[in-house]
């Protein structure tokens, strides 16, 4: 069920399902809390608390667009876990999520257990290739809204070819045209992917934080060596390959949630 808390003149959605030590996971661009809840499960021994972060889900208004940027979305699931009063959790996030998690893990708010950076879409440099089509699926909006901007979107000659590579990626692209307040909110999609989680390695090599970070192959918006490079750079990183969300969806959560609960085991007290 929905709850709310406001934080920053924004009323923020955000659910807790089942008892015990929490977890907490973050969506990706464009999503909302349900794809957490999709990827992760029914909780067994712990407890599961999903949000929309700013420009998304069930959280609104938008606010500033200044603010649509991985600092300020850090702050907020600061503030969540205030207003929860959470003071030690595993901390986790798919895509962008996975950059916010990173991001909350570099504040030194709350005692990070451990964290699972899923499909991570950024590195320390902004806009990076994977993601230079978001900006330009927001101008399109902008410019035509959502149905013409889609039927111009489907004519750029990348799209043809990551087609060719990934269709399931451009049916994620394409769903970024019929989200919820897609024109109004489309900011989200030019912002974002001009930001970055980090700006050095450096204090993301100094964490003292046991991370599980999972990539997948056949996958053009999630680079596998994006997460490699994550968990290469993470003292206590560790990277498992798993088969891509696109390609084989089962397959991708059965494996993803073996993964986790196996890592949720060890670093759990």
Not at 46 to 72: C, K, M, N
Not at 149 to 167: D, H, I, N
Request: net charge neutral; with cysteine.
């Amino acid at each position: 069920m929905n709850q709310f808390f406001v934080h920053d003149n924004i009323r923020f959605c955000y659910q807790v399902i089942g008892k015990g030590p929490p977890v907490v996971f973050c969506h990706g661009l464009g999503g909302d809390l349900e794809a957490p809840k999709e990827l992760v499960g029914v909780p067994d021994n712990y407890q599961l608390i999903v949000w929309d972060s700013r420009g998304h889900g069930g959280t609104e208004p938008l606010g500033p667009i200044d603010a649509l940027t991985f600092a300020s979305f850090a702050g907020d699931l600061a503030a969540l876990l205030g207003h929860l009063q959470i003071r030690e959790a595993v901390v986790g996030g798919i895509s962008m999520g996975a950059g916010v998690a990173a991001q909350l893990a570099l504040r030194h708010v709350v005692h990070i257990w451990g964290l699972v950076l899923v499909r991570p879409a950024s590195l320390e440099q902004p806009l990076p290739k994977n993601l230079a089509l978001f900006p330009r699926i927001a101008k399109l909006l902008g410019d035509l809204g959502s149905e013409s901007g889609l039927v111009e979107f489907l004519r750029f000659p990348e799209v043809a070819a990551m087609k060719r590579v990934s269709p399931g990626a451009v049916d994620s692209l394409i769903e970024q045209f019929r989200k919820p307040q897609a024109v109004e909110r489309r900011a989200r999609l030019d912002r974002i992917p001009r930001d970055r989680p980090i700006v050095s390695w450096e204090p993301i090599e100094q964490l003292d934080i046991p991370a599980l970070v999972v990539g997948t192959g056949h996958d053009p918006l999630h680079p596998l060596d994006m997460a490699a490079t994550w968990a290469r750079h993470l003292a206590k990183g560790r990277l498992a390959n798993i088969p891509s969300k696109y390609e084989s969806p089962e397959q991708h959560v059965r494996q993803f949630r073996r993964h986790l609960n196996s890592f949720l085991k060890s670093v759990i007290p």
